[in-house]
């Protein structure tokens, strides 16, 4: 993919108050300019007319920060959705289960993807993933997306960092394009 097609989609995911509480999701973060590049994303489409969807996770436990009920559920202010912007709400790990957003996508006729959000070996993943078996061309943003902690198989603990490369391994090429925020940019203009 040289250049992005000018209906090519944003796709916001999860980027949610409540993945503010990092002792929840395990710890340590990295990434922590991933939202203000989401953000500097965003004004770019918003900029350019480009098609824009927001997704936010309901997270069916109580407990969590990302639950409906508690505060934490609500978009972060630096890429709230305008009143003409989509917005699915999901409650699994996937954009695309439980919502239309596969149907809305292919009815107004985009075939490319651009994905920022959190994160990345989470929902992010999955979406991508799911994306690219559904035939969309994907790119993720590899520095608007970021990781957690997360603790091993055996209690052995891997750091956020490895976590996202790994993550970001898995889906090169074979998924979808991973990209900066810069290079993205650079292939829009």
Known sequence: MKNLPKNTALLLIDIQKGLDEHDFYGGNRNNPQAE????????????????IFHVRH??????SPLHASK???????EVKPLE?????????????????????????????????????????????RMAANLGFETVLVSDACAAFDQMGINGKPFDAELIHQTALASLKDEFAQILSTAKLLEKMH
């Open 71 to 77: 505060s934490g559920f609500d978009i972060k202010e």
């Open 36 to 51: 203000e590049n989401a953000a500097k994303i965003l004004r770019y489409w918003r900029k350019r007319g480009q098609p």
């Open 84 to 128: 003409n912007e989509p917005l699915f709400t999901k409650n699994v790990n996937s954009a695309f289960i439980g919502t239309d957003l596969e149907d809305v996508l292919k009815d107004n006729g985009i075939n490319n993807i651009v994905m920022v959000g959190l994160t990345t070996n989470h929902c992010i993943s999955t979406s991508v």
């Open 58 to 63: 309901s997270s069916q436990n109580p407990r």
